[in-house]
């Protein structure tokens, strides 16, 4: 059913006007079908153009997908994720060297960079970026940038058909999103929250600010050049993990090499 203008009218002046309690979710346009279908829509694109994007083939790098699932599935498993078992949560390798990243689609779709596995040391790093990554979409930052960017009616055409040409542009633009302070703090506080049942450091995120600020490289990540700065963010997710008495401590660094020897 086509939404009403005034309706998003009413809804978007809420979204501007209200004021958001500290750990409540954002407001979205956006419903959880609407994520889901936009995240499929994008996997799509992204798995159509083998050039720009060219994923490793799961059958044939078995032994690369297998740690990443296992630790994709260590923060699954804790309850601590909203939608842990609504969205597919699926994972891609790309396989460029030059990039250090990693990225979540609406829904779920998670892509990692060969790029940013090879430059880290250990499992604790990757799975403080995961567990960023990930809330990114559990929480729904990004559709909800995304509304922000290319306009409510704009996106809930696209998912009916209109305009397939935009699928491409928001698939190219999922890598550099400029999300706000409050997300990145949110993103940073929750991959907290989904490490701390486990047996990883759950400041794995802040170990893997501290590194990749030291070292430097090609390029760095989009969320790592935006506000808060890094020294601000450890500070923060450090704190976090003290506030919950988290006492994860494994670094994983042998069972890592055995990750990054797996890829190309």
Request: with cysteine; aromatic share 10%.
């Amino acid at each position: 059913m086509k939404r009403p203008d005034i309706w998003l009218a009413l809804l978007a002046f809420f979204l501007t006007t209200c004021r958001r309690k500290k750990d409540e979710p954002w407001f979205n346009l956006f419903t959880v079908e609407d994520d889901l279908k936009l995240g499929a829509q994008v996997a799509a694109e992204i798995e159509s153009k083998p050039q720009e994007y060219p994923i490793l083939d799961s059958a044939r790098y078995a032994t690369a997908y297998a740690h990443l699932y296992r630790m994709r599935n260590a923060l699954l498993a804790t309850g601590k994720l909203q939608y842990a078992d609504r969205f597919p949560w699926r994972l891609r390798i790309i396989h460029n060297d030059t990039i250090q990243n990693a990225f979540c689609a609406p829904g779920g779709y998670i892509y990692i960079y060969t790029g940013i596995i090879k430059y880290l040391r250990n499992e604790a790093q990757l799975m403080g970026v995961l567990g960023h990554e990930m809330a990114h979409a559990d929480r729904r930052h990004v559709s909800q940038l995304l509304t922000q960017a290319y306009g409510v009616q704009t996106l809930l055409n696209l998912l009916t058909g209109g305009n397939p040409g935009l699928i491409g542009q928001i698939a190219a633009n999922l890598l550099l999103l400029s999300f706000s302070r409050d997300h990145e703090r949110d993103a940073d506080a929750h991959s907290v929250i989904y490490l701390c049942p486990t047996e990883y450091p759950a400041d794995g995120a802040a170990y893997f600010f501290e590194y990749i600020t030291q070292e430097g490289g090609p390029r760095i990540p989009a969320f790592l050049s935006t506000h808060p700065d890094p020294g601000e963010r450890v500070n923060n997710i450090r704190n976090k993990a003290r506030e919950l008495g988290c006492r994860g401590n494994q670094l994983y660094e042998g069972r890592y090499a055995e990750l990054v020897a797996a890829l190309p």
